[in-house]
């Protein structure tokens, strides 16, 4: 399924998105299963979201062109120079809405709910008020 979030990067905009084939590669990449990751809920999004998982994702999930990881690292970089207060988490977090995105993981009635808590997580992050309270 090609849902797409659009990732901003300074002006630039690139579609995020993730088919089977990219999913499974990632996988091979990192040694694990996605859904190991993207499962377990929010509460922890920053304990499994690491940065081979990040590289990985955005090496996969990004088709405009192929790039290196040499570029993903210049891609991360510039993503966190941001003034928006974007760093490596709140990247991982809008990665996890992008696999969410794909509809494999969870039904679509129970992704809405998923949606709301990963956004409320991505606004603590971005405000640094630390983890949110369950």
């Known amino acids: 399924m ?8 300074g002006d630039k905009k690139h579609e995020l998105y993730f088919t089977i084939g ?22 922890v999004v920053e304990n499994r979201m690491t ?4 590289i990985a994702s955005l090496q996969y999930g990004l088709h ?13 970089d510039s993503y966190c120079s ?5 760093n490596i988490d709140t990247l991982g977090g809008f990665i996890i809405l992008a696999y969410f995105e794909t509809g494999f993981f969870i039904p679509k009635h129970v992704l ?3 949606e709301k808590e990963m956004a409320e997580l ?6 640094g008020q630390g983890k949110p309270k369950k």
Not at 35 to 40: A, D, G, K, T
Not at 51 to 54: A, E, K, L, P, S
Not at 82 to 86: F, K, R, S, T
Not at 122 to 127: D, F, I, P, S, Y
């Open 112 to 114: 809405e709910n998923k």
């Open 2 to 9: 090609k849902n797409t979030k659009i990732l901003k990067i």
């Open 122 to 127: 991505l606004t603590v992050l971005k405000n």
């Open 51 to 54: 940065i081979d998982v990040i």
């Open 82 to 86: 941001q003034e928006d207060q974007c």
């Open 64 to 76: 405009d062109k192929p790039r290196t990881e040499e570029e993903i690292y210049d891609l991360i």
């Open 22 to 43: 990219d999913m499974r590669k990632i996988e091979r990449k990192i040694g694990r299963s996605l859904n190991s990751i993207i499962m377990r809920g929010p509460a």
